[in-house]
């Protein structure tokens, strides 16, 4: 994507288009540069809109040229992404020439979410003056396709299933372990417990610092800077405390943090450096895989569901597991908007499945079996 010219540099604007741009990519540049507060937002925001972009230019077409007839078509390859080589590919730079702009198809609310974004971007793209109108509006189905609320959340892992997972994360290395083998295992029970234990987004654990993590009046507390640039500070649970404590004891660190150590949380082999999103990223997706192998070599088929959820998991699932469960263990529906870090009650409750448990149990109350006894039958 062309990166907007440089602020006073002289360009000619064609009638009517308010912003300082010359192409398609300097003028989504332009709409991405409004999300520059919400760093994890516009990486969001810049992956759906260089999809289409792609998309069109594989057509020889751009921006302007997007029409309603479109979009079915845009959805339907959404969905299925082909040829497969050409647009999926495991995680990799955006500077790799063998980046590809797609991880596998995209589920149906990845796809809705997609046509918000791209929505949201006519729109602005209209006011600015660099396109004359904004497809999506004529969308007569737009309520059912771009309203992103959903009745519940789905995509976590159930607790017999994570049970498993942590189990399997704390089982011993082996005596003759390689220092480094020792070194990722404490990581990876670290990355795991603090994404339960604290639901942070993954750029949150990738950005977060030793001394985010406080004590006032002897509890202590993770302080983050989160979606929207939003700060708030979550109690940290004594589970998390035993976590961090061995964590910075395989880093040969004090017990506990002090209020000036600024050094990674999570950090390279070499103990100084830290995680960045997409190495995080590959890491979960790596510890899910390779506990997907291990469950499958161990249970075989009685374990097939557990085992394709692990495959399908990624980290965000992680987020959806914690608030999901701490929903189940009674924590009240405020501490978990708080911990969530939502604005919108409504939102947290998507996370509360008391409703469905207890609708599932009286709905079995309801069988067949009053009609199994051979009861006379009324022909009249």
């Known amino acids: 994507m062309t990166p907007p010219p440089e602020s006073g540099e002289a360009l000619t ?22 999300y520059r507060a919400s760093p994890q937002t516009q990486r969001a925001y810049r992956r759906e809109v260089q999809r289409l972009l792609m998309w069109l230019a594989g057509q020889g077409r751009g921006l302007g040229d997007l029409r309603r007839e479109d979009l079915d078509a845009f959805e339907a ?65 737009k309520r059912r396709r771009l309203d ?11 607790r017999p299933v994570w049970a498993w997972f942590w189990a399997w994360l704390n089982r011993p290395v082996a005596a003759d372990a390689s220092s480094r083998r020792v070194f990722e295992q404490s ?78 949380l999570l950090r390279a082999l070499d103990g100084t450096r830290g995680l960045g999103d997409n190495r995080l990223y590959r890491l979960i997706r790596e510890a899910f895989g390779e506990a997907a192998d291990v469950l499958e070599a161990e249970e075989g088929e009685a374990a097939r569901d557990a085992v394709l959820r692990l495959r399908r998991a990624t980290p965000h699932w992680l987020r959806h597991t914690a608030l999901t469960h701490q929903a189940q263990a009674g924590v009240e529906l405020r501490y978990l908007a708080g911990t969530a870090r939502h604005s919108r009650l409504d939102t947290t409750a998507r996370y509360l499945h008391a409703e469905d448990e207890e609708w599932h149990r009286q709905q079995a109350r309801h069988g067949l079996g009053d009609f199994t006894a051979g009861h006379d039958v009324d022909r009249g």
């Open 148 to 158: 992103n609320r959903q009745g519940g959340i789905e995509r976590y892992l159930e």
């Open 187 to 264: 990581r990876r029970r670290l990355v795991f417990g603090f994404a339960y234990l604290l639901a942070p987004r993954i750029g949150e654990m990738s950005a977060a610092c030793m001394n985010d993590f406080v004590r006032r009046e002897g509890r202590w507390w993770w302080h983050v800077v989160g979606k929207g640039d939003k700060a708030a500070r979550i109690p940290v649970p004594p589970d998390m405390l035993a976590l961090l404590e061995a964590w910075r004891a395989q880093l040969g660190l004090s017990r506990l943090p002090s209020p000036d150590e600024e050094g990674p």
């Open 77 to 141: 390859f959404l969905a299925d992404p082909r040829p497969v080589a050409r647009w999926i590919g495991p995680v990799r730079p955006r500077t790799d020439p063998r980046w590809r702009p797609f991880r596998g198809p995209l589920s149906p609310s990845s796809r809705r979410q997609s046509l918000v974004i791209l929505q949201g971007m006519y729109a602005w793209l209209v006011e600015a003056g660099w396109v004359s109108h904004n497809p999506f509006r004529l969308m007569r189905d």
């Open 13 to 34: 604007l064609p009638a009517g288009v308010h912003i300082a741009a010359g192409s398609d990519g300097e003028a989504v540049a332009r709409w991405l540069a409004e």
